[in-house]
């Protein structure tokens, strides 16, 4: 049997959430545990489910991604974190990738 991979979505446009939510609902192995819509949400909701996955958006009010990518990562160092953004630009990626993302779509 397959380990279902558990998913925290992270970004403040819920209808990005809705989105990616009902994308990945589709595929079997895969539950998403909860939606943040701040930084600050997306720390206590991983703290609280410990998901595998946290999808985080780069640029939500208040905490923005790095530093709740970087909290994600302290208190869940087995999460993976996977930002979320329309921005390619390195002084964006680079700092979510130095405080732990895995990787950006």
Same mark, same amino acid.
């Given at each position: %049997? $397959?380990?279902t991979? $558990? ?7 819920q209808?990005v ?20 819509? $701040? ?7 991983? !703290? +609280? ?10 640029? %939500?009010?208040? %905490?923005?991604?790095? +530093?709740?990518? #970087? ?6 160092? #087995? ?19 130095? !405080?732990? !993302?895995?990787?950006?779509?």
């Open positions: %049997m $397959t380990k991979i $558990t998913v925290l979505l992270a970004d403040d446009h209808i959430r809705q989105g990616v939510r009902t994308f990945l609902n589709a595929l079997p192995d895969i539950e998403v545990v909860g939606e943040a819509e $701040t930084g600050e949400a997306a720390v206590g909701l991983a !703290a +609280e489910y410990v998901p595998d996955v946290v999808l985080m958006d780069l640029l %939500m009010p208040g %905490m923005g991604g790095v +530093e709740a990518t #970087r909290r994600v990562k302290n208190i869940s160092p #087995r999460t993976q974190v996977v930002v979320l953004t329309s921005y390619h630009q390195d002084e964006y990626i680079f700092p979510a990738l130095q !405080a732990g !993302a895995i990787s950006y779509v």
